[in-house]
DNA sequence: GCCATCGTACGACCCTCGTCGAAATAGCGG
DNA sequence: CCGCTATTTCGACGAGGGTCGTACGATGGC
């Protein structure tokens, strides 16, 4: 094979220690952002950015995986032309102890409800 | 017609099973109310909302308090004419558990570092 | 009664952000 | 080389919300 899969597309990430409490809140208030986290957390494990179930256009939502990627929240790289996304969980744990496991929780109950 | 008193100004609280996360999101991304939570969070009790240390007008003061009553996060109620404040710890961390705490936590994270 | 104090109501301003469509870009398979 | 598909970029638009000043209301002290 030998075919580098190897994207030349990279994807910039933040470290988690250089995202704010702020960033994470604004990024996760959108009910959007937040059934794409919820839909991530459900996966356990990463998605292409088409296989998620919104209610917004592609553009809308490359937007907001933008705004989750700068967050810190998920974690995305290129296979081919489609995108891949996963949590960035234990970082965010290991930055916001309980804080992402608690939303997801509550989204959870929210949602059985 | 049987009046109701004019003396006691009550407030309304909503039930925490009425409030959603959505709201509970909202109230709490605004950086000067998570500033009121967390000087609540401190203080251990109530406050009254003169007492706050905030750059805020007033009236956007009074705004802020209201947003966070409805969503369920403070309860509130008048001694004369100031207006005391307390976080809803026990019924939030029953309505959506370890939330409120780690977000809590987690602003006294960034403020520490 | 009068006034100072504390909080509220209202209206206005402004600016951010979510949204879309259309056009552009990048890799894949033939 | 040529489409095809997946995703991005750009510009524009509109709703929502944080902010303020000012006018008003309620309460307690004098």
Redesign the pocket.
């Known amino acids: 094979m030998a075919r580098p899969?190897t994207?030349?597309?990279t994807v910039e990430h933040p470290s988690v220690e250089e995202v704010s409490l702020q960033q994470l809140l604004?990024a996760l208030?959108?009910p959007?952002r937040r059934a794409v986290v919820s839909q991530l957390a459900r996966a356990r494990g990463e998605m292409?950015?088409?296989t998620f179930d919104v209610?917004?256009?592609?553009?809308?939502l490359?937007?907001?995986?933008?705004?989750l990627r700068e967050a810190g929240v998920i974690r995305q790289y290129?296979v081919?032309?489609?995108?891949m996304n996963a949590l960035r969980v234990d970082e965010m744990e290991e930055r916001f102890p309980g804080l992402l496991s608690a939303l997801v929780a509550a989204g959870r109950l929210e949602a059985d409800a």
Chains 1, 2 share one sequence.
């Open positions: 899969r994207s030349p597309r604004e208030v959108d959007v292409s950015c088409g209610q917004v256009s592609r553009s809308t490359t937007h907001h995986f933008n705004v290129y081919g032309t489609t995108k």
